[in-house]
T-cell receptor, first 118, second 112 residues
Framework: DSGVTQTPKHLITATGQRVTLRCSPRSGDLSVYWYQQSLDQGLQFLIQYYNGEERAKGNILERFSAQQFPDLHSELNLSSLELGDSALYFC?????????????????FGEGSRLTVL | GENVEQHPSTLSVQEGDSAVIKCTYSDSASNYFPWYKQELGKRPQLIIDIRSNVGEKKDQRIAVTLNKTAKHFSLHITETQPEDSAVYFCAASLNGGFKTIFGAGTRLFVKA
């Protein structure tokens, strides 16, 4: 158990719909990352938050948005869903600091949320 | 932005042989290079990492080498076992985790 909790584990929805994926990081971790893994594909970096603020953005579509709340949990919102959005969405957390302080760099991944768009 | 290329995409070895996976990165400012193993249906997990001030690191049967000049790093697995079969991802990041970018992954098959 990594200590990172993602819900829901599985989600089936239709094209055009909107879903929200939730992530609770490990206790004490300030950084949350979202990755998309399509079938037999790699880990595509979507976005990173640190202590409530957006820190880095990857190849995240405009239809997708995310935020990190004061209690450090994060949500990834996916709207106007398309068939190609079907994937495993991973959340990861780390203690990464932007500068100074203890910084291991290791990402701890949740079990993922598997989204199927029909 | 950072780009990480990983080769080969698939690697098949006989049990007991060695396996080598190679990665290159584009951002010379990257200073942290982890390797993750993802078993089928599971989450990625860190197996070894190396920082830019070190050229080589070893942990039992696995080792990683880093050539900062060439922006190249490699994973070496010796005496492979069937349980080593998985997808391996290299990654590069700044400041130990900031914006960690992954390679495309290598699917390793170890034949008994």
């Amino acid at each position: 158990d990594s200590g990172v909790t993602q819900t829901p584990k599985h989600l089936i929805t239709a094209t055009g719909q909107r879903v929200t994926l939730r992530c609770s990081p490990r206790s004490g971790d300030l950084s949350v990352y979202w990755y998309q893994q399509s079938l037999d594909q790699g880990l595509q970096f979507l976005i990173q938050y640190y202590n409530g603020e957006e820190r880095a953005k990857g190849n995240i579509l405009e239809r997708f948005s995310a935020q990190q709340f004061p209690d450090l949990h994060s949500e990834l919102n996916l709207s106007s869903l398309e068939l190609g959005d079907s994937a495993l969405y991973f959340c990861a957390s780390s203690v990464a600091r932007s500068a100074g302080g203890p910084n291991t760099g290791e990402l701890f991944f949740g079990e993922g949320s598997r989204l199927t768009v029909l | 932005g950072e780009n990480v290329e990983q080769h080969p995409s698939t690697l098949s070895v006989q049990e007991g042989d060695s396996a080598v996976i190679k990665c290159t990165y584009s951002d010379s400012a990257s200073n942290y290079f982890p390797w993750y193993k993802q078993e089928l249906g599971k989450r990625p997990q860190l197996i070894i990492d190396i920082r830019s001030n070190v050229g080589e690191k070893k942990d039992q049967r696995i080792a990683v080498t880093l050539n900062k000049t060439a922006k190249h790093f490699s994973l070496h697995i010796t005496e492979t076992q069937p349980e080593d079969s998985a997808v391996y991802f290299c990654a590069a990041s700044l400041n130990g985790g900031f914006k960690t970018i992954f390679g495309a992954g290598t699917r390793l098959f170890v034949k008994a």
